[in-house]
């Protein structure tokens, strides 16, 4: 099917996009559709209901426990002769009861906020980052910090007071390391909260201004727990990274048309635009706050914008963005991806992600990765039996009508990425010219064995037409008339007659 007219494109409804409760924010596949408002209602309501169910269930082993031990001390009365029998039962009942308070204890200590911890793994003991990372990540906590106190003098005694609050903080994490993801984004979300209601009372309704101290916050804050809440090891975002780096890895074939993607990147101006949003997804994990990290999808949408507009000549529509996004992240395989979004997702301010085009933006590409998850034949417009070929690396599609993925030559364009764009197109002939010869060696390889065969055959119809007779071996001689045989015969003396 070669018109896009005829093609079925990406198409999400904008709908789709917004929270499930119908509050009007953004939602998020990682909280099931809800927004970070809804979501975290919708989280401590569960968590209330999961404390207050525990806590029935160790009172109930303490009046259990209490009962029991109430029957014990009954049975250490002294007792008939006939009833001596029953002493091996209290010894049963008193271990009973033992084992009952040993577990009123384990609950009791669990719900202590003292003790919500999960096992350390020895693992992450034995994580020690290079000089280099660690000098540089020291540079910049150390900036970052010299900054939010030059930021704070404007607020005068405000300021030394949000200071002191981010400073507990920041020390009463580190004691809740060991703590799942979960835990760890409530109490920064609980800190967010909190400080954002106490600056909007101090600035009586100014929502802006607290915006602003909340925007430093978040970086000073975020900066200094970076290397212990980024990919924490309480979860599996590393494992869903390697996944989904593999699956985009194994997509690498999917072309522009194949996604119904509006560009036309022989437009030098729409080929910057595309080099310029890759580049952009792939720099978002060289971020460390989440803000920088939203800021970085916001860049490369808005290039991908600009490259739908000067293709299309008109603004660009939804329809157009997400396969076009789609397209992008293909192209770029960031590092890391579902781990950045998760780290978004956990600790970045929530009204960034509820509103705005940062949060508009970062709902798309959760989207985009979500599509590319469970991407199939049906959504590229192609047989079942194509889709596997492809996806096997049997065979791959046309390029009659593939234009050029990579710039060719722009002013804009640095020459490291010119460079390995040049040497991926290298690439990618070496892989169709090694495909030649792996199937060049296999017809050989048959031939061969072909030829072995034939051989063998013939060999083995001429010795049936000419056996080989074996004939017995000859008999040993004697030694010593073999010496006689050797020496000439004796001569005979001749009697000469006188």
Known sequence: MSQRSERRGIHVDQSELLCKKGCGYYGNAA?????????????????????????????????????????????????????????????????????????????????????????????????????????QSSIETDRVSRDFVDFLKSLQKLGREIHKQCRVFIESMASKKDLSADELSEYVQDFYQNMSDRLLTHFKGSSER????????????????????????????????????????????????????????????????????????????????????????????????????????????????????????????????????????????????????????????????????KLDAQSLNLSPEDFEHYMSGLASPSRVEEKSTWPQSSSLVSPGLTQMYHNLELLTGLGERQQQVLDGARGLQAEMEEWQESVKQQVHGIVERYPLEVRPPALPIDSENTENDRLPPPLTPQVFAG
């Open 210 to 373: 607290v915006e602003c101290v909340m925007d430093q916050v978040e970086k000073y804050i975020m900066t200094r727990l970076y290397k212990s809440v980024f990919c924490p090891e309480t979860t599996d975002d590393e494992k869903k990274d390697l996944a989904t780096q593999n699956r985009i890895r194994a997509l690498h074939w999917v072309t522009i048309q194949m996604l119904c993607v509006p560009l036309d990147e022989d437009i030098p101006e729409v080929s910057d635009s595309v080099v310029k949003a890759i580049t952009d997804v792939i720099e978002m994990d060289s971020k460390r706050v989440p803000r920088d990290k939203l800021a970085c999808i916001t860049s490369c949408s808005k290039h991908i914008f600009n490259a739908i507009r000067v293709t299309k000549r008109e603004p660009a529509s939804a329809d157009d963005f997400l396969p076009t996004l789609i397209y992008i992240v293909l192209k770029a395989n960031p590092p890391r991806l579902q781990s950045n979004i998760q780290y978004i997702t956990r600790f970045c301010n929530p009204s960034r992600l509820m509103t705005g085009e940062d949060g508009y933006y970062f709902t798309n590409l959760c989207c985009a990765v979500a599509f590319i998850e």
């Open 31 to 135: 909280w099931q559709g809800l927004c970070s408002k809804c979501w975290r209602e919708e989280y401590q309501r569960a968590r209330q209901k999961q404390i207050q169910e525990d806590w029935a269930l160790a009172e109930k082993l303490q009046r259990e426990e209490e009962e029991a031990a109430y029957a014990s001390n009954q049975g250490t009365q002294p007792t008939p002769p006939n009833q001596s029998a029953l002493a091996p039962f209290s010894k049963f009942e008193e271990k009973k009861t033992n084992e009952k308070t040993r577990k009123v204890t384990t609950v009791k200590k669990f719900f202590s906020p003292s003790s919500r911890t999960t096992p350390k793994k020895e693992s992450h003991e034995s994580k020690t980052p290079s000089p280099s990372i660690s000098r």
